[in-house]
């Protein structure tokens, strides 16, 4: 087996994973968060990389709100 | 120049009574329309002609001045130093032909019918409020769009299919990571170098005669063609500060698609020429 071969195979399962991941395993953490189950799994997750978004990047600890009215 | 915030309410169960100095509300409203086509992809000509003619048909003159993410409306009766100011930031809610085209409408309405400013408003705010067009049919469309694209290029029916994969895999990505506020270079950088990874398949495995065709029209779903065309027509109408943000803008981000599209090339080991 190629390089390329191998290369394009792990390309694509992480791809798949991830997408998988979002749009099945997502959607049920965010069904679960609504029944309230969400706040066990929360204490149990790992957070090894995370990336943030403009919002966390931007807050300040002591704000009001975390909730700006900005962040549309 | 009077904030947006102003306490201007339609109440359809007082018969469209308006509360309030008429004349800010109007500006508000104005500036609110004017807002949204610009946030949906309209052009500068076509914000300007339509909030002007639903200003006049309200008895108003009117001034608007459209800056790449905001736009200031002036409208006044009589003595233009007594003129009501609005400004507004554009509407984060993405190009959008069907709402462009609908708020459009909504003008000539108010035009044809004579329609009074709280018709208009109450008008305009089902049109804004409509729900968008499903995620899982715009994927659809979009990667049979994008595999016609590859057949249009000269594309077989393999690279066709392999055309359809990878955009259904970029799209779906670039769709969950902007519904998550990640940025949009980002966004275009990720989809594209997916894509063009997932592409390049015909290649790796050597399958169909043309999946050099597959590769090329693989990230083209990406190319911001919208901002483009805005960008032409708003500089041939003078709008130069507008036509440049555009054009820059669209250029911000076929650089990340572009260097997504190399990133896969590279990783694979593709030959650039």
Known sequence: MSQSVVIWIVI??????????KVFVGKHLVHGHRHGHMHRFKKSQLHVLEIGNEREMFYINGDANDEDECDV | MTKTSATCEVTPSRGFAVSGDERHCVA????????????????CQRIEKNTRRMARVFGYNFDISIMPAHVYVSIWRENAAKAVTVMHKAAACGI???????????????????????????????MINVKPTD????????????????????????????????????????????????????????????SAAISAGGHVFSLGTTPEVALGTSVLYLIPGVPYINAVIDMLDRHYLCAFSRVIDAFVLTVCLSVGLCAGMLILGLKWF
């Open chain 2, 96 to 126: 959008n032909f069907a709402l462009n085209a609908s708020l459009s409408r909504l003008s000539w309405i108010v035009a044809d019918n004579g329609l009074g400013y709280a018709t208009a408003m109450c008008r305009f705010r089902k």
């Open chain 2, 135 to 194: 995620k899982w049919e715009v994927l659809l469309l979009a990667s049979l769009a994008n595999a016609s694209f590859c057949r249009l290029f000269g594309g077989d029916l393999v690279a066709m299919a392999i055309v359809f994969v990878s955009t259904c895999a970029g799209l779906k990505l670039k769709q969950i990571m902007t519904a998550e506020g990640r940025d949009v270079r980002l966004v275009f950088l990720c989809a594209s170098f997916f």
């Open chain 2, 28 to 43: 508000e409203f104005l500036a609110e329309y004017a807002s949204w086509l610009l946030g949906c992809g309209a052009t």
């Open chain 1, 12 to 21: 694509a399962t992480f791809l798949f994973i991830l997408l998988v991941y």
